[in-house]
T-cell receptor
């Protein structure tokens, strides 16, 4: 069965510092992986997705993630945090049913300090 | 509208009452999903509709929960005899394509508070 683990429910960085949000997955089939962001009182918005093409995936707002099969990881990074990056971030893996259903991690709240 | 629309945005109800939450997906999107977001719990899958196929109800937590999708468009999630543990944000998402590579577009959610 598919599952996702996000390490760290809260991450705090200073403005301008590197952002690293960790995600490990378990999948019985080659996975499709996603990162979504949720700003306060808003729905989820897709940041980026891995669908078996390039292992380094670039997304919106300067974020990128690298698929590492050997480590079953899909960590999200951004070289320099901005105050506007403060939000909750969710990693997700596609369900094996090929329906587009996603299995989400618990989420990581990113705090950016001035 | 341009995005997924959900109503009401906030609902406060008393324990034991029934509630209905509505989702209007993006026009032309054939797939529709309901998720529940509880504090500190992440997103929990509830139900999935695809076209005229039978829905995938595998995520519904109890028989108090039901959903329907009329005319392949608007969906209603109904919770009967609400309990305090039903308090959560209920998110609806739609997708244009089937399969695992499509993007889910989420609404802003309906926040349910059961007193």
């Amino acid at each position: 069965a598919q599952s996702v683990t996000q390490l760290g429910s809260h991450v705090s960085v200073s403005e301008g510092a590197l952002v690293l949000l960790r995600c490990n997955y378990s999948s019985s089939v080659p996975p499709y992986l996603f990162w979504y962001v949720q700003y306060p009182n808003q729905g989820l918005q897709l940041l980026l997705k891995y669908t078996s093409a390039a292992t380094l995936v670039k997304g919106i707002n300067g974020f990128e993630a690298e698929f590492k099969k050997s480590e079953t990881s899909f960590h999200l990074t951004k070289p320099s945090a901005h105050m506007s990056d403060a939000a909750e971030y969710f990693c997700a893996v596609s369900d094996s049913s090929n329906t587009g259903k996603l299995i989400f991690g618990q989420g990581t709240t990113l705090q950016v300090k001035p | 509208g341009a995005g997924v629309s959900q109503s009401p945005s906030n609902k406060v109800t008393e324990k034991g009452k029934d509630v209905e939450l509505r989702c209007d997906p993006i026009s032309g999107h054939t797939a529709l999903y309901w998720y529940r977001q509880s504090l500190g719990q992440g997103l929990e899958f509830l139900i999935y509709f695809q076209g005229n196929s039978a829905p995938d109800k595998s995520g519904l937590p109890s028989d108090r929960f039901s959903a329907e999708r009329t005319g392949g468009s608007v969906s209603t999630l109904t919770i009967q005899r609400t309990q305090q543990e039903d308090s959560a944000v209920y998110l609806c998402a739609s997708s244009l394509q089937t399969g695992n590579t499509g993007e889910l577009f989420f609404g802003e959610g309906s926040r349910l508070t059961v007193l």
